[in-house]
């Protein structure tokens, strides 16, 4: 769990490397949906554009879905999902019916300020076989504006731009935070500081997972 731009999908896609297990992104998967021009993908494409939360009920069909597939038997890691306290709900239901549980709750955190650096820098490849991502500070193309790997015009997502950067952060206040206080109750909860370069942020998260165990 954590904020935009926190760093859940770098951190979820090594833990998932180290662990040997499924790598669930709500994200990607409705991102894959809007370009591919599916019919989830028309449904989400305004929420998105606009940094709303897509409803619960299209998000919990796509999670119930993922999970009870064959690949999702060995383990998974939840990554941007639940984001409202009804997903929560939503979430008991399906890991009920699948017979599993989680074994923890990681809530990764940094200022909002860093936050925006991080989004509004961010630019990526659109070709759906490459994907790279950039940051103009951090990890800039050889050529501004120009995919490293195939050659192609890189390009901000509409939900990286500052406007809908501040409206995701006031959602995820207003929406999100409430999930870490029931996690809280229940024992689950861990909070790791996520700021600091990708290599410093996975070794606190996989010391506080050790201490957590």
Do not use: W
């Amino acid at each position: 769990m954590g904020m935009p731009g926190v760093g859940k999908g770098t951190q979820a896609s090594r833990l998932r490397d180290r662990a040997g297990v499924l790598h669930l992104s709500t994200g990607d998967i409705l991102r894959d949906a809007v370009q591919a021009g599916t019919a989830l993908g028309r449904k989400v494409k305004d929420f998105m554009e606009s940094g709303a939360l897509v409803p619960d009920d299209l998000i919990g069909d796509v999670i119930g879905e993922r999970l009870g597939r064959e690949d999702a038997r060995a383990g998974f890691i939840l990554d941007g999902f639940p984001r409202t306290v009804d997903q929560v709900s939503i979430l008991d239901r399906v890991l009920k019916r699948l017979d599993t549980e989680l074994d923890g709750v990681y809530l990764l955190g940094a200022p909002e300020a860093e936050i925006v650096r991080r989004l509004s820098g961010r630019r990526v490849c659109p070709n759906s076989t490459c994907g790279e991502v950039y940051h103009l500070d951090s990890h800039p193309p050889r050529s501004a504006g120009v995919c490293d790997n195939c050659s192609s015009a890189l390009v901000q997502r509409p939900d990286d731009t500052e406007d809908v950067i501040r409206e995701r952060l006031k959602v995820y206040r207003d929406q999100t935070l409430p999930i870490a206080r029931i996690y809280g109750e229940r024992g689950m909860l861990v909070e790791v500081e996520a700021t600091g370069d990708p290599d410093t942020v996975f070794a606190r998260l996989e010391s506080r997972m050790v201490k957590s165990s």
